[in-house]
């Protein structure tokens, strides 16, 4: 079974200032690593995976996260925040094949919050 | 546009009275699933999906039905909801059961409270 820690509940944070969000995992077999974005009263939005070849992926919106397979991390950063950044926002694993078929199992959540 | 679409969005009711939250996607997706989500756990499974005619259970079954009658829509069932499935729920869906690396589409949440 896999399962995902998020070291941080809640992360304050002045704008323009650079930003890390923890993501630790556990697992037997490889996986998936996915950082997924909740907006106030939204749904989950994908924000960046990773799956194979390069460890930092980089999404649209000046986020990267680090695949680190030693540390089994997976941290998320963003150099220069944005109050538009504040969210919620959630670390989760997926295994590459095996017995748990589609299960995604995601960590607790971190609150961005971005202040002016 | 593609979206996975959930109904109620929210709902207020009392204990024992049978509901029912619908979720339809019109992706063609064959995995389905929901999620309720509670502050500091996350989000939990509660069943999933991979095709019509094929569900099973995720981390927190109890107290819930599913049904896949159709691909596109992945029903959720409470026959007799109690105050502890308050809470915040999610159906998602992506696009191959057996696509590991597929990210799953969320739609905007049904809020359930159970009086």
């Known amino acids: 079974a896999q399962s995902v820690t998020q070291l941080d509940s809640q992360v304050p944070v002045f704008e323009e200032a650079p930003v890390e969000l923890r993501c630790n995992y556990s697992?037997?077999?490889?996986?998936?690593l996915f950082w997924y974005v909740q907006y106030p009263n939204q749904g989950l939005q994908l924000l960046l995976k990773y799956l194979s070849g390069s460890t930092l992926v980089e999404s649209i919106n000046g986020f990267e996260a680090e695949f680190n397979k030693s540390q089994t991390s997976f941290h998320l950063r963003k150099p220069s925040v944005h109050i538009s950044d504040t969210a919620e926002y959630f670390c989760a694993v997926r295994t590459a094949g095996g017995t748990s078929y589609g299960k995604l199992t995601f960590g607790q959540g971190t609150i961005l919050t971005v202040h002016p | 546009e593609a979206q996975v679409t959930q109904n109620p969005r929210y709902l207020i009711t009392v204990t024992g009275k049978k509901l029912t939250v619908t979720c339809s996607q019109n992706?063609?997706?064959?995995?389905m699933s929901w999620y309720r989500q509670d502050p500091g756990l996350g989000l939990r499974q509660i069943y999933y999906s991979m095709n019509v005619e094929v569900t099973d259970k995720g981390d927190v079954p109890e107290g819930y039905k599913v049904s896949r009658k159709e691909k596109r829509n992945f029903p959720l069932i409470l026959e007799s909801p109690s105050p502890n499935q308050t809470s915040l729920y999610f159906c998602?869906?992506?696009?191959?059961?057996?696509?590991?690396?597929?990210?799953?589409?969320f739609g905007d949440g049904t809020r359930l409270s159970i009086l």
């Open positions: 697992s037997s077999v490889s996986v998936y």
């Open positions: 992706m063609n997706h064959e995995y």
């Open positions: 998602a869906s992506s696009l191959s059961s057996t696509g590991y690396h597929q990210p799953q589409h």
